[in-house]
T-cell receptor, first 114, second 115 residues
Framework: NAGVTQTPKFQVLKTGQSMTLQCAQD?????MSWYRQDPGMGLRLIHYSVGAGITDQGEVPNGYNVSRSTTEDFPLRLLSAAPSQTSVYFCASSYSPGTSTEAFFGQGTRLTVV | AQTVTQSQPEMSVQEAETVTLSCTYDTSESDYYLFWYKQPPSRQMILVIR??????QNATENRFSVNFQKAAKSFSLKISDSQLGDAAMYFC????????????FGQGTELSVKP
């Protein structure tokens, strides 16, 4: 019963490098999302997906790219890392809306861009 | 656009005592959900309690209860008989009824529990 699995847990990047944060869920959830957490700002939505092949931007999408080719996977790509992207990143999944179902979160990725 | 505000960056409570964390939100919608999430030092996001806006009755989960005031757009969390394990960051979150996957979070309240 894995739930939502995020990899890696920690990452250090140099400015300008690219990388992909992986997210997988085994609950057959339709909705998946990426958030970033910064001190004093809570969690802010980066991108989300309502199903395979469908993605949309959240509150802070600049510098990030996503795709959803399968129901299970929702990777987040940093195209050219910047120090401002130093943050903790969370992936979450949930069932379709119209219910009070909770969102299930991965364990987070602490990313440092130097 | 909806917003969520937690005006208490830090709170402290004595073990076995009761503490209330505040949350206000702004929305023009009538159907929505509200959540409180707990984030211990492990970083894991744990759902504490949820409230459906159409329900007048306040949600309760063991030692955790909410005071949901829809007209005032207020959603506070009360923790009774506080335990050392309650020490964590607490986030209030809002979700529109038909927008799964889009949670709007408050800034968080860091709760410490004194033995």
């Amino acid at each position: 019963n894995a739930g939502v699995t995020q990899t890696p847990k920690f990452q250090v990047l140099k400015t300008g490098q690219s990388m992909t944060l992986q997210c997988a869920q085994d609950m057959n959830h339709e909705y998946m999302s990426w958030y970033r957490q910064d001190p004093g700002m809570g969690l802010r939505l980066i991108h989300y997906s309502v199903g395979a092949g469908i993605t949309d931007q959240g509150e802070v999408p600049n510098g990030y790219n996503v795709s959803r080719s399968t129901t299970e996977d929702f990777p987040l790509r940093l195209l050219s890392a910047a120090p401002s992207q130093t943050s903790v990143y969370f992936c979450a999944s949930s069932y379709s809306p119209g219910t009070s179902t909770e969102a299930f979160f991965g364990q987070g990725t602490r990313l440092t861009v130097v | 656009a909806q917003t969520v505000t937690q005006s208490q960056p830090e709170m402290s409570v004595q073990e076995a005592e009761t503490v209330t964390l505040s949350c206000t939100y702004d929305t023009s919608e009538s159907d929505y959900y509200l959540f409180w999430y707990k984030q211990p030092p492990s970083r894991q996001m744990i759902l504490v309690i949820r409230q459906e806006a159409y329900k007048q009755q306040n949600a309760t989960e063991n030692r955790f209860s909410v005071n949901f005031q829809k007209a005032a757009k207020s959603f506070s969390l009360k923790i009774s008989d506080s335990q050392l394990g309650d020490a964590a960051m607490y986030f209030c979150a809002y979700r529109s009824y038909n927008q799964g996957g889009k949670l709007i979070f408050g800034q968080g309240t860091e709760l410490s529990v004194k033995p």
